[in-house]
């Protein structure tokens, strides 16, 4: 097993603080005890049940023993004792250990068939997973008989796979017709389109015979699905040939829906309404994502079909893409009302109303979103002709602690938890601590515990915290500028704005120096290995080691430099090469348009990564009040998003790579 990352000098200085502080409320936590809980750790990961019983006495003290014991009974969860595990729950209660155990619990019981301890401890929960619930079903069907099976009708529609705990269920559904072969066919569709292949053919192998799809028919469209669907060599009048056309219409769009749809209207009149009409709406979709000009034109096809959410989203993006406002205003208003209140879409739709001469009712819709610390809040603004001001009006209204009510928030066992476990770099660990603990919390306890995070280098729990107000903020906490001297040597240096390394940062790791993400991704500004040492030969920098990267000063430098780089050979414009710091600069390219220029808004809009799509938005609107929080002279957010050319325009050569890339397509 590896060595756990060594923790920043500076946190580590923090956490050394906090065990001073808290000192009078728990035993002395010496290094020797916490290598022993690492050793403990390290047992329970390596399924070392014997180790980890002898190392539990020693540390039945430390500030972390609760997780000790949950290890102990997570090991040996399906012979545990009844009398332990309830007595663990009762003395952890309303603790994310409590709730993991709980998990393991049922579902230990339920695979065993041990219903009755099973009833004592289990309560249906919202957002509960789709295991447990199909064993909750289970339960309540041997308590109350085939009536319980109606909530496992719900579980069906999905296009991933099932947990096995959910087959029974479904096969006596299937067995009492009330799943027949038109939901097996509706699951089927959406396997397909969430690119889930292994499932669709496991279904597709239950179809009843007359409507059989074999897996050698599927494999053969996979081979070539655009050769398949050119040759339309389909039986088009019976339900399996339509499976098989509307199969191979997907995963030709999914590939090049421009190369797909001449083939797809040369046939699709052969088969009915509803089916023609879905398939239309899948080749519009791909069409939309993959920026073709045409796709406002194809959603027109859909007829009556039922869109998706993000079918719906991609309808007005691809009306946005065309500046056909007429269409983006009649998409806007296809979508669930519920949707329509998204900022993206009210910000969309008072363009529309102002471009279809319903200025009125466009100056409503700004004027409301104007007041919203958003992307579309602060374009909203500039739309009012107010950007500027509206920046000026984020007052914060802190309310400093007590050093009593600071102390006594320190003393809480969850908060000790909270600074141990990261200090020991168990950071999701430490983050569903914090979670717990500020749960429920007003305003003014979560300015308290955001100000109590920062003080101890947790910037990442201090800005969630923050962002969690209601009526008092501090905008101090939400946008906190910490390793200062780093980041203006780095803006200077390197000739880019720190309002912008500033919005990066925040963005990409929320300030905690030694971050590692799940792609490899490092440091304050997230650099990849292979663009840390790209940064370090540009800039002949000798003494770069690559267990360097995470160093601040380094970090901040060299993020600075890839952003600089990038924005230099995109125009100047700090939306391509937020894009490209993302997703790398050839996709930033890639999503230009192709013919005429476009507004950087819309561009930003109809990013087709759904992160990247995101993350542009967020850096910017955090790099307008970064602007203003370092007291700069006001940069329109308009203009830094621009026009953006079309390809080819002036677009300089680029590579894939990136920093936290959007590693595919979604």
Not at 194 to 212: M, P, Q, T, W, Y
Not at 495 to 519: H, N, T
Not at 539 to 547: E, G, H, K, N
């Amino acid at each position: 097993m590896p060595e756990p990352r060594k923790t920043s000098l500076r946190l580590r200085g923090a956490f050394a603080a906090a065990a001073l502080t808290l000192s009078f409320a728990a035993p002395a936590l010496h290094a020797q005890t916490d290598a022993e809980f690492l050793a403990a750790k390290e047992a329970f990961e390596r399924g070392e049940r014997k180790k980890l019983d002898l190392l539990a006495p020693a540390l039945s003290g430390h500030v972390l023993a609760p997780y000790v014991a949950y290890w102990q009974l997570k090991s040996g969860i399906d012979t545990a004792d009844y009398v332990a595990v309830r007595a663990f729950l009762a003395q952890n209660a309303n603790t994310p250990l409590a709730e993991r155990l709980t998990i393991d619990w049922l579902k230990s019981l339920a695979k065993r068939g041990d219903w009755s301890r099973f009833a004592l401890d289990y309560v249906p929960a919202t957002g509960e997973d789709v295991e447990l619930a199909c064993y909750g079903i289970q339960y309540r069907r041997q308590r109350d008989g085939d009536a319980a099976l109606g909530a496992a009708k719900a579980l069906w529609p999905t296009g991933q796979a099932t947990p096995d705990a959910c087959e029974p269920l479904f096969q006596a559904l299937f067995a009492k017709g009330e799943l027949t072969d038109a939901d097996r066919r509706a699951r089927f569709r959406l396997a397909v389109e969430n690119g889930n292949l292994r499932v669709a053919h496991a279904i597709a192998a239950d179809f009843s015979a007359k409507e059989k799809v074999t897996s050698q028919q599927l494999a053969a469209i996979d081979k070539d699905a655009q050769r398949a669907l050119a040759h339309g060599a389909f039986a088009w009048t019976s339900p399996a040939g339509q499976d098989l056309a509307l199969y191979a219409l997907e995963r030709a769009a999914r590939r090049d829906a421009e190369a797909a749809y001449p083939a797809w209207i040369k046939w699709r009149d052969r088969i009915p309404v509803a089916a023609r009409e879905y398939g239309n709406a899948r080749v519009a979709y791909h069409g939309a994502r993959q920026l073709l000009p045409a796709a406002n034109g194809w959603y027109r096809d859909v007829g009556a079909t039922p869109l998706t959410p993000d079918q719906q989203a991609w309808r007005v993006r691809a009306a946005l893409r065309v500046s056909n406002w007429r269409d983006v205003r009649a998409a806007i208003e296809r979508l669930p009302e519920r949707d329509q209140q998204d900022a993206a879409w009210r910000y969309w739709k008072a363009r529309a109303l102002a471009a279809t001469g319903d200025s009125a009712a466009a100056d409503m819709l700004y004027a409301t979103l104007a007041t919203e610390v958003n992307f579309y809040g602060l374009l909203a603004a500039e739309a009012r002709g107010r950007g500027a001001e509206q920046l000026a009006l984020l007052k914060s209204d802190p309310r400093p602690p007590t050093p009593e009510a600071f102390a006594a928030f320190g003393a809480r066992p969850e908060v000790r938890r909270v600074l141990k476990l990261a200090e020991l770099d168990m950071r999701p660990e430490s983050q569903r601590e914090w979670v717990y603990a500020v749960r429920g919390l007003d305003d003014d306890a979560l300015l308290q515990a955001a100000e109590y995070a920062r003080r101890y280098g947790l910037y990442d729990r201090a800005i969630n915290t923050a962002e969690r107000t209601v009526a008092r903020h501090d905008y101090g906490l939400r946008y906190m500028m910490p390793f200062r001297s780093e980041f203006t040597a780095a803006a200077r240096d390197q000739g880019v704005g720190e309002e912008l390394l500033y919005g990066i940062a925040r963005q990409e790791s929320r300030f905690v120096p030694d971050i590692v993400s799940s792609a490899g991704a490092m440091g304050l500004m997230q650099l990849m290995p292979g663009t840390a040492r790209w940064v370090a030969k540009q800039l002949a920098r000798s003494d770069f080691r690559p267990a360097h990267v995470t160093k601040v000063d380094l970090n901040t430098q060299f993020g600075a430099y890839y952003f600089k780089y990038w924005q230099d050979r995109l125009d100047g414009l700090p939306a391509l090469a937020a894009a490209a710091y993302n997703a790398g600069p050839g996709r930033a390219q890639a999503w230009r348009p192709s013919v005429t220029p476009l507004e950087g808004a819309i561009w930003v809009e109809t990013i087709p990564f759904n992160e990247t799509r995101d993350y542009v938005k967020k850096v910017l609107a955090n790099a307008m009040i970064y602007t203003h929080a370092l007291d700069r002279p006001y940069a329109a957010l308009s203009a830094r998003l621009g026009t953006i050319a079309p390809k080819g325009a002036n677009a300089a050569s680029a590579g894939t790579g990136g920093t936290a890339v959007a590693a595919q397509a979604e």
